[in-house]
Structures are given as C-alpha cells and as structure tokens.
C-alpha cells in the first residue's frame, strides 16, 4: 500500500485543495488557477509507478516516480501556448492520483510518453531533455517530443508543438526511463509541415549500455519506424541528425516513441 496525495498550492505555499489516500487520491478542485499556482502530487513510496492525471482534458500520465513530490507548475502565457488550449482553465478541476496495477506496469507499451514531463530533472519519468530548443520557446521544448500529440503537419502552438532545433547541427535529445527498460521497436514522427520544414537523411540512436545504431528517412508525414532491440537501457539518446538538401533549415521532431517493457 501506498499512502498518496494530491494537492493544489497558490505562489504563497499555502494549501488551496488537498486528496490523499491509500492507492489513490481523487482531487476536484473548485476555483480558478492563478500564476504562481503549483500541483504537488506526493507520495510516501518511490522508485514505483503510478498514474497521475494533472489536468481533465489531458491523458492520464503512467509515470515512474522517484521523489517523495512531483512538483508541477501551472503553465501560464507563453508556456500555456504547447497545451491544449482548454486545459487549465475554467473554475472546476479534476486530478488524480493511483498506484498503478500489475497489468499496466507489465504491459507492452510506449515506454517514451509522458504528457506531464517538464524541464529540469522533476523525478518523474519518462524524461526529455536536449541541448537547445529553438529560442527557449515553449512550442519547441523537448518534452513536446513525449507529449503523445502526433499532428505533425504545422508547426506552432497546440496540437503543433515539436521538439526544434534552432537550426543546429549538433543538436541532440536524450530521453530518460528512470529505470531498466527493455524494448524492440523505436519510431520517429518527424515534423512534415513541408514546404516549410526540411527532414532528417540520417540519425544515430546512442544507449545507456554504450551501443548505438544508425538510422535512415525519408520525407514523409508517416512515422519512421525502425525494428531495434535493447534490453536494460536507462536512457536514448538522438544524435547526429543529418538534414536533407533541401533550401529549408527547420527540421523538427513531433515525437518519439519507444516500445517495450520494463526489466525484469
């Protein structure tokens, strides 16, 4: 059993809305975010997989938590701009928290999505972060590249937000498990807002056992699928993008996906 907790905190550090129980903790909090606002999801077991709602209108997140609390800002302006414009707003609110069953932690899934990841190191995984986001904005941060979102034929605010590269050559995204995983298939969904966008020739998947593979694409607006079997990785890392010639110089990532399970 695990003892866990939910609650809303103003800029103040003063509680506004708290949940908290054995397994699971239902929150409805009733009022209006305001900035400075934070979630704190809690718990007195880490190193464990739970399944955290953070806004109604967003997926549930099966996440891997390794602190006592996840602390989640409430995005507000320019970074509100990579959400769903209906998330976090209006005056009621529904959040949750659970330990998650044997049967999800077991299952074979998208080991990469995380529609709750955020910068810094925030000790709950899956994990993205890179060396440069175009000019630090929010609709080309490197968690948009986990966030489940796949409409890739824009670029911009929601449902377009990606992973951009600010036109640089040594651009790289490493995404983290937090825990030994073990997978056979990664994908890519590059970004295809053509003519606006170049693509990627050639990529390098590098991994925490020291391996690394090659890849290669093509322009498409389909995912790039690529049969590659690991066992106990701790994090990918996409490296050594090479552009197409072509007069464009944005290419970006929708999204990554990584499909397995976790060590046994």
């Not at 934070?38 to 739970?50: A, E």
């Not at 825990?179 to 998947?205: G, I």
Request: charged letters at 25%.
């Amino acid at each position: 059993m695990a003892a866990v907790s939910i609650a809303v905190k103003g800029k103040d550090g003063k509680e506004k809305a708290l949940a908290s129980g054995e397994n699971q903790a239902i929150l409805v909090f009733e009022g209006e975010y305001e900035e400075g606002d934070i979630i704190v999801v809690g718990t007195d077991k880490t190193h464990m997989h739970y399944v955290v709602r953070i806004d109604d209108c967003m997926d549930e997140a099966l996440v891997y938590v390794t602190r006592q609390e996840v602390i989640y800002p409430i995005p507000f302006g320019e970074k509100k701009v990579s959400y769903n414009p209906k998330a976090f707003i209006g005056d009621k609110h529904y959040l949750t928290i659970r330990t998650a069953s044997e049967h999800e932690t077991a299952a074979y899934r998208n080991l990469a999505k995380n529609v709750m990841d955020q910068h810094g190191d925030p000790g709950c995984y899956p994990h993205a972060f890179a060396n440069v986001e175009t000019r630090g904005e929010a609709v080309f941060a490197a968690r948009n590249a986990i966030d489940g979102v796949l409409a890739s034929e824009s670029h911009g605010n929601w449902p377009y937000e990606s992973w951009g590269i600010n036109q640089q050559d040594d651009a790289e995204l490493t995404l983290e498990f937090g825990r030994p995983v073990d997978f056979d298939q990664l994908v890519l969904y590059t970004r295809s807002d053509f003519p606006h966008d170049n693509w990627w020739v050639k990529a390098t998947f590098s991994f925490s056992d020291g391996t690394s593979e090659v890849v290669t694409m093509t322009k498409s607006v389909k995912p790039h699928v690529f049969s590659i079997k690991r066992r106990n990785i701790t994090w990918v890392k996409l490296s050594d993008l090479i552009k197409a010639d072509d007069p464009s110089p944005f290419p970006a990532l929708t999204q990554i996906e990584v499909y397995g399970k976790d060590s046994e």
